[in-house]
């Protein structure tokens, strides 16, 4: 599955919110504009009314309820709010649904709770108008005995997962559609005599019964408690988040009713069985205590499609440490028809995350959520705090607000609430469908008595580029060889994430989507007034894509224009950097018609900050990047070729001193390239 989109936004900040920060509690303490903009929906959890607001805090939407949230609630396509309430008896948690049109008038309500069975934490709307929901399935010790509990693990009763599909029905009915149950899919070693009886670590597609033995008493009634579920329609899958095992479940939602209860059936042929798994391995006796990856998390759930990490999957990792939590993308070992790789002996995969962030700033031992943005930012809920925030990639800071509503409503901006934690937001785009046709006005802060501010929400336009330049080495006269793509030596994944550009975006492929690619590249877009002041300062965004044979630089898809959704104060100015050549930056902002920005480096010396300086002409009027720069330091000197090069001569593969890329190094480096560009220096401003 490929990133094809990968969008930025803007570094400067759009506005100080007050001029009494150091006294501020509450509400929008910054927004920087490369803040993605739209609008964040929330409903603190001692509260009736679920807010939204826009990018400066104020409020632009509310609904009221009679019910306080457990726990999640849901902006639909219609404009309308769908909420789960807290009514239920067993636990005294959940149980009821309700959907308020835009206006806020109650259009739909059920309550779900019973002795045996108890909604709670999330459901998931679906995009046939259904909705998935998540309930407590009550156990008797006797039953649980039965069933292979360990009797010291059992106290009053047991509580076991199970998923309903609910389908609306007109204003407080609906139907049950489809239903799959934990409790159907088990496995347990401690009682030959009873059912589920087997060998725990043989069968990873079945739930341990007993695995909360190592989580001490307090998980023995609750030992899944799911926090999250998710839907998938792409691949027709549902996840489960299960913070007491700290693991993601994957089932498959293809079956029927009847062959979710069992273990073949189904699109992927194996029933109601796990699909996949990830986070713990010790909830199947495999691994060590070293190969768990996840701590008691929240809030898993899929990237939509066209975001730039489409298809993983994102969480809030509450106890990545006692002090830290932490942000995760997880990108699963699936293929294209939705299968993921069997484990064999070992356990599931991957054994690093594709990207991560922690900090004790947004530390949180329970609650919380993540959500990727379609720029690739992150907004962070560390809901036990009652703080939202959004990183970039590089975990930067960019917006941080504290929600003002406690147990007695919305306090004075100086006042701190009490109990202000909530379960988790969401932001909206603001060509999101279910604003249409409804007026977007801001109105005033949600905390009473707020300061004035100068904070402006920004709007974003989207350029697309078409940029063109040519590599010394592999130019041919005509175009460039893409030898490093013939010999399958390009890697997968972007190599940037090194000095000096240390770039951490998570672009990568699966293959290689086309045959004429000559290696990845590194792009910035840089906002200034004129390219002397275009420094690494004003960079707005990164990209790594892909260089073909024909110069075009395209997106890891091997087609698309890379993109950029910005608030473009000055002109943009780009930079193009390879892992061997020097860098060059753009000596004329880029322009172009409509959305279509254009920029070709290769005719002329001039199209490059101070000419041929960092530059150099390739055949008569045609020019390229130098090549040269193994050690990545702007420069092509000796070190070049001390360092790099007579170490690497003989070898083949991808390596920093093969400078005509044709996955060997040899005296052609040396002498048809590096010896006449030495003491060139690479013109980009620092």
Known sequence: MYNVRFICLLIFF???????????????????????????????????????????????????????PDLSVYLLEDGSLLRTCRVGTVPDLGGRLEIFDWDGNMTWSYNFDSEYFSMHHDIEPMPNGNILLISYDVYTPYQATLAGRDPSLIDEEVWAEKIIEIEPVGTNSMNVVWEWKAWDHLVQEFDPLMANYGTVADHPELL?????????????????????????????QILLCSRNLSEILIIDHSTSTAEAAGHAGGLYGKGGDL??????????????ANDRM????HDAEWIPAGYPDEGKITLFNNQTSSTTSSIVIIDPPIDSGGYYSDPGLSFYGPVDFAWSFESAEIYASNLSGAQQLPNGNMLICSGTNG??????????????????VGNGGAVNQGDVPVNSNFFKGKRFAPDFAGF??????????????????????????????????????????????????????????QPYNISPWNYKGTENVSSLPETNIVDWILVEFRDAENPGSAVSATTICKQAGFLLSDGSVVGSDGISNLELYNTILNDIYVVIWHRNHLGVLSATPVVGINELLTFDFTIGEGQVYNNSLGYTE?????????????????????????????????????????????????????????YFNRIKVGQVPY
């Open 436 to 493: 249409i046709g409804h007026d977007l006005i801001a109105g005033d802060p949600i905390e009473l008595n707020p300061w004035p501010g100068d904070c402006q929400v920004l709007e974003d336009t989207l350029a697309r580029f078409d940029l063109k330049v040519y590599l010394q080495g592999p130019y041919n006269g005509v175009s460039m060889s893409h030898e490093l793509s013939d010999y399958d030596a390009i890697p997968f994944s």
């Open 14 to 68: 759009a506005g100080i919110v007050n001029v009494f920060a150091q006294d501020q509690t509450v509400g929008l303490f910054f927004n920087d504009s490369r803040s993605f903009n739209g609008y964040t929906l929330f409903n603190p959890m001692r509260s009736t009314t679920t807010y939204l607001i826009d990018n400066c805090g104020h409020a632009v939407n509310s609904w009221t309820s009679s019910y306080q």
């Open 275 to 288: 699909l996949y798994r990830f986070g713990n391995p010790l909830a199947y006796n495999r691994g060590t």
């Open 208 to 236: 341990n019964l007993n695995y909360s033995a190592s989580l001490g008493s307090s998980a023995n009634t609750d030992w899944i408690h799911a926090n999250a579920i998710a839907y998938n329609p792409d691949i027709d």
């Open 618 to 674: 390739l055949s008569t009027g045609i020019w390229g990047m130098v090549a040269g720069d193994s050690n990545r330091d702007m420069l092509i000197d000796d070190i070049d070729i001390d360092d790099n090069w007579k170490l690497k001569a003989g070898l083949k593969g991808y390596l920093p001193a093969d400078f005509n890329l044709d996955q060997q190094v040899n005296n052609k480096e040396k002498n048809d390239l590096w």
């Open 387 to 404: 703080r939202i925030y959004e990183v970039d990639l590089d975990g930067d800071f960019l917006w941080k607000y504290i929600n003002p």
């Open 294 to 297: 996840l701590f008691f998390q």
